[in-house]
């Protein structure tokens, strides 16, 4: 599936899945050596940084990617039982 050709309804069909749970495709540009969008990484509420490189390994381009995240630290609070 070419999810970069916007005519392509299998991708608007993504798209509308993807924009339905408010999730995001960060890769941008061509992940297969004939050109396309074939290789994704989707997320929800994530800051991604990603990096398409051809390795020559094999026609699909490697994709990598780097996620930010800040710790969510949870506090319990015994006063509060009863």
Do not use: W
């Not at 608007?12 to 050109?35: M, R």
């Amino acid at each position: 599936m070419h999810v970069d050709n916007p005519e392509n309804s299998y991708a608007k069909e993504l798209n509308a899945l993807l924009d339905t749970f408010i999730l995001t495709q960060p890769v941008q540009g061509p992940t297969h050596s004939l050109g396309h969008t074939l290789d994704l990484v989707i997320t929800k509420g994530l800051n991604i940084s990603t990096t398409v490189k051809d390795l020559a390994l094999s026609d699909q381009l490697c994709v990598f990617f780097d996620v930010s995240t800040s710790p969510h630290i949870l506090i319990y609070d015994c006063r509060k039982e009863s």
